[in-house]
């Protein structure tokens, strides 16, 4: 089990939440003044929380001269004042420990473990033990080993991991041509490379060697936002909460890197007229074409630290001095799913202790919050009960049209395996709104309406089943306003896998029958197993359904199939009365001792033959020698020239048969689940588990990637056991990878990633009567209007869902008038969180509070919405805002704008400031509100967009 922290360290938690105000004006929790000092002053934790006790002693006291005492094992606490000494400086095995923890930012676990090991005779009796997580009975070395590769796996500036560390730094100079993709046949004219000499006209190999270029810079360069949430949940698991805050705060909460300016993709969409292929025609949500603001927008999927690569030569004009330059900026709803919902909710549940203590202004929870809109946006527009309902497009539209894409038409695309990522994460924000103590948001409303989402993915999901397995994707075509699910399109593991874990086997067994979720267990083995035995077992998952699998005697040792490679040979060349005695005479003579054996042959339409080659591991031989001998062999006969491909007459050498090591630990996931959810029989759920422990093993043997760093062991899981192309849109590589390794650290810690709490459980606790009866009413009074306001006029609208506030007017009150009778028809109460006004709470001008989801005022008359004014901003200010954003805020499914008149009133006295922001006086001299680095001015908060970020906000609140 992992190492825990003293009973000091408790109490420090247990104050973190706790209130602390300078000059009584002032406020914010311990943890955030913390976190503050951390990241805006790049105060070490421990002086941070030292220097917050001392100001704040009742409040943060306990904080104070923190002492990092871990819980040890007995032989560790042996230990403790031992003396490791390195060139000649001595300190006790206890002092490094600490001094790591504390001023190195390692885990508590992490510190024990390097000192352990850098000081084996001294300090390795604190070498954390062996675990053997929840539903399993195979023990694995204690996961805090990986934390050290996801501390170095980092990008330059240090505030954001790399999806892969590229490891031999030679791997993509070995790759050989026919292993990359290859997909220009002519040439083409490249308007960036205008100044080669050419003008501009790139060959297709250059073309294509400039797609390898691309595939090269961005896994060496760049962070799947997916891959982010991974890392982030496995380092907070693993109790390093300090690196995980420098990204969230430096990279997710600023929406830029250091090479990126924006990571949302807000671009203006230009409608649904414009060629993407003629210019820039903006990011387009959903079948409205809907722009979203930056707060909203989703995030591109891979992000770096430099947009042009460093010492880089654009392989399309290598004549000229233009580095390659980052060019992928697609926002993939999976990745969001993870970076903005499951990610954030996950690690905030992490650093306060509980769903309840999140506070509302915390950014972990609001970066989940404001992903909704762009739910709103690329929701499929049909009723409950047709085809396609609960569908989510999985990217906007404009985003697939460059030249060889396979899916121009994306945008219209549903994918299962995104929508499951999605309804984990929405299921993880329903519940987080059930448990927090809201005071200025209305929490069971927007819980109520989060629900709603959920319900409807869940629909879809479920509607996904074919009778066998899930299918893999479909599509919406709004202009017929017809569903296709895509029956031809590759088959997924993760769609299953996923699917099964968010859903788990009690909806999917009651909706398609008892044994549906065994069933699809032994179909995921069936189509994707790699290494499998006549018995069933397999070593672990690929990725689509492998073509032509090689089923080996049954065992339970390491014995199985490793490799399986194709060779394709010219038919003219081929005789297979010489050739195949040829090549069992070549394989079966190599000093290893491995064994390989040509398992099939066929001839295929392209005047090709086509011979599959199995290497098998045999006892006395090992996984690594195999390997060895495999990736040397495949290596010769792709390399022109080569004596042993001249012999053998071969055109190329592909792997056919690959092993996926994220993608196994989620089947070894979704096992472990269905054996604590499901009812089967015990003997049933016995030989899931034992499928489950001999991948997790299969796992160890193949996929472990050991590696020195500073002269400093370091342990990762590879992506996968070759190169291989996925079918789904990339290539999979035999390198170290940050998703494959976070995936590691939580299935060993028992830990599910889909789930915010990493329960093995497809389901939350649900508060009884939560959304099935209304609010109750209550007597109360409205909050007084002032005369100083601005009046809009919007047309025709179920205008009770337009109320709310503009944070440039800096609104507090908002009144509904009938444009007809001039009559007050609501008031609002609102109250401003994070940049974002919702509506706290509305009332009848009568007094009676309203509720918002029981109550219809769907009047179709033109109406007008008032603002009071608390800012010095003039009505001039307003009417240019307003006009500006105006057409934007109404859904444009819900209602129309008719344009804005600004009614003349009282001005708001000068200078007045918010009752919620204090003046620069009453802001503590040490200790500032905590703020992320390149958080803007209150003049640049003054921008068009804001007003339609808060105002969409609002409305998706009300709905």
Request: glycine content about 6%; hydrophobic content about 35%.
């Amino acid at each position: 089990m992992l190492l825990v922290l003293a009973t000091v360290m408790a109490t420090c938690l247990e104050q973190l939440n706790n209130m602390a105000c300078a000059n009584n004006v002032t406020c914010f929790t311990c943890a955030d003044r913390i976190a503050f000092l951390e990241d805006v002053q790049n105060m070490k934790r421990a002086n941070a929380e030292a220097q917050i006790a001392q100001e704040f002693p009742t409040e943060c006291g306990a904080c104070t001269g923190r002492v990092v005492t871990p819980v040890l094992t007995q032989e560790c606490d042996a230990v403790v004042t031992v003396q490791a000494c390195s060139n000649g400086e001595c300190h006790s095995c206890g002092s490094r420990i600490q001094y790591l923890y504390t001023v190195q930012q390692y885990s508590i676990n992490g510190a024990v473990l390097q000192i352990a090991r850098e000081f084996p005779t001294e300090c390795g009796a604190c070498l954390p033990p062996d675990v053997t997580p929840p539903h399993s009975s195979y023990p694995v070395k204690n996961p805090v080993r990986f934390e050290r590769f996801m501390r170095i796996n980092l990008a330059t500036s240090g505030n954001m991991p790399l999806s892969y560390r590229v490891e031999p730094a030679t791997y993509f100079n070995e790759v050989p041509t026919h292993m990359k993709t290859l997909t220009y046949t002519q040439s083409e004219t490249v308007a960036e490379c205008s100044a080669s000499a050419t003008k501009g006209v790139a060959t297709a190999d250059q073309l294509n060697e400039y797609t390898f270029q691309t595939e090269r810079y961005l896994t060496t360069l760049g962070l799947d936002v997916y891959d982010g949430a991974v890392w982030s949940m496995a380092m907070s698991v693993l109790t390093n909460e300090q690196l995980v805050r420098k990204y969230t705060r430096s990279v997710l909460e600023t929406s830029t890197t250091a090479g990126l300016q924006s990571i949302r993709s807000d671009l203006a969409c230009k409608g649904k007229d414009c060629d993407p292929f003629k210019e820039s025609c903006g990011v387009c949500y959903g079948d409205d074409y809907t722009t979203l603001s930056k707060d909203n927008a989703l995030m591109i999927r891979l992000i770096g630290d430099h947009f042009a690569a460093p010492g880089s030569s654009d392989a399309r004009c290598p004549d000229i001095s233009k580095a390659w330059q980052w060019n992928d900026f697609k926002p993939i709803l999976g990745e969001n799913a993870w970076s903005l919902l499951l990610g954030p909710l996950a690690t905030a549940i992490q650093r306060y202790g509980s769903a309840a203590a999140i506070p509302e202004t915390s950014k972990d929870f609001l970066l989940a919050l404001n992903i909704i809109p762009a739910l709103e946006a690329l929701k499929v527009n049909v009723s409950e009960g047709s085809d396609g309902y609960g569908a989510y497009y999985y990217t906007a539209n404009n985003i697939f049209t460059y030249a060889g894409s396979n899916n121009l038409n994306a945008g219209s695309t549903v994918s299962i395996e995104n929508q499951a990522s999605l309804y984990a994460g929405l299921k993880g924000l329903e519940y987080v709104l059930s448990e927090m103590k809201c005071t200025n948001l209305d929490c069971r409303a927007i819980r109520c309406d989060v629900g709603v989402h959920v319900n409807a993915v869940e629909s879809l999901l479920l509607s996904a089943y074919n009778g066998q397995y899930f299918r893999t994707d479909g599509a919406y075509n709004a202009t017929t306003r017809v569903w296709t699910w895509h029956e031809d399109s590759p088959f997924a593991a993760d769609c299953q896998t996923w699917v099964g874990t968010v859903l788990g086997p009690a909806k999917i067994d009651a909706r398609y029958g008892t044994n549906t979720t065994r069933n699809l267990w032994q179909t995921i083995k069936d189509k994707a197993g790699y290494g499998r035995f006549q018995n069933g077992t397999v070593r672990g998952v690929g990725y689509d359904d492998i073509k032509d699998p090689v089923y080996y005697a049954n065992s339970t040792t390491v014995a199985s199939p490793t490799f399986k490679i194709s060779l394709s040979i010219l038919s003219s060349l081929f005789d297979p009365t010489t050739y195949m005695p040829l090549l069992d005479s070549f394989l079966s003579n190599n000093s290893m001792g491995v064994k390989a054996e040509v398992v099939s042959h066929q001839r295929e339409t392209n005047g090709f033959e086509s011979v599959s080659v199995a290497f098998v591991a045999q006892e006395g031989v090992d996984y690594t020698t195999v390997r060895d001998v495999c990736f040397a062999l495949v290596y010769d006969l792709n390399t022109p020239g080569n004596a042993i491909r001249d012999t053998l007459s071969v055109s190329r050498v592909s792997y056919t048969e690959v092993f996926s090591a994220e993608w196994t630990l989620g089947a070894v996931n979704f096992a472990r689940l269905i054996a604590a959810e499901s009812s089967y029989p015990t003997n049933e759920v016995e030989d899931i588990l034992w499928d489950a422990d001999f991948m997790r093993r299969s796992l160890e043997e193949e996929q472990l990637f050991s590696f020195t760093h500073l002269g400093l062991a370091t342990e990762a899981f590879t992506y996968a056991n070759a190169r291989y192309y996925v079918p789904f849109g990339w290539w999979a590589n035999n390198i170290p990878s940050t998703a494959s390794t976070g995936w590691g650290v939580m299935v060993d810690m028992g830990w599910n990633p889909l789930h915010v709490l990493g329960t093995m459980s497809s389901s939350y606790p649900k508060p009884a009567q939560f959304c099935d009866t209304p609010a109750p009413a209550t007597t109360a009074s409205p909050p007084e209007f002032s005369s100083k306001y601005v009046a809009l006029s919007i047309g025709s609208a179920p205008l009770d869902k337009v109320v709310g506030a503009v944070s440039e007017m800096q609104a507090s009150v908002v009144k509904l008038l009938s444009a007809t009778t001039n009559e007050c028809v609501q008031i609002c109460a609102m109250k401003f969180i994070s940049n974002v006004w919702f509506s706290q709470q509305c009332y009848s001008c009568d007094g009676t509070a309203q509720n918002r989801h029981s109550e219809t005022l769907a009047v179709p008359e033109r109406h007008d919405v008032l603002f009071t004014m608390t800012t010095q901003h003039s009505y001039a200010d307003a009417a240019h805002v307003l006009t500006q954003n105006g057409p934007s805020i109404i859904h444009p499914t819900r209602g129309a704008f008719d344009g804005v008149a600004v009614t003349a009133s009282t001005p708001a006295p000068k200078n007045t400031p918010s009752p919620d922001t204090p003046s620069p006086a009453q802001q503590p001299t040490t200790v500032a509100p905590p703020v992320s680095p390149g958080t803007p001015s209150s003049a640049q908060k003054l921008l068009p967009h804001t007003f339609l970020a808060a105002f969409c906000i609002i409305l998706l609140v009300i709905y």
